[in-house]
């Protein structure tokens, strides 16, 4: 039998962490970690699971010095 998982082990990672944007101008349509049903609460609500805007910085940098 599969262990039940443990959600106070659960960690949310934001793409907004990892964009260029900022949230409050980016204009964007994300979807956050309350919009999703996932059946167990996820510790940070406001977390940016998905994005129609999302940009790397990293490939940004790649575009711009390669
Ligand atoms: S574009 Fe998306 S990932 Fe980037 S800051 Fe806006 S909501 Fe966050």
Do not use: W
């Not at 262990?3 to 964007?28: H, Q, V």
């Not at 406001?46 to 990293?58: H, I, R, T």
């Amino acid at each position: 039998m599969a262990e039940k998982p443990d959600n106070e082990k659960y960690r949310t990672l934001s793409m907004c962490d990892f964009c260029s944007y900022e949230i409050e101008e980016c204009g964007a349509k994300p979807v956050f970690a309350r919009d999703l049903d996932c059946g167990k609460p996820l510790p940070d609500a406001s977390a940016v699971l998905a994005c129609d805007k999302y940009k790397s910085p990293v490939e940004i940098l790649q575009k711009r010095f390669h």
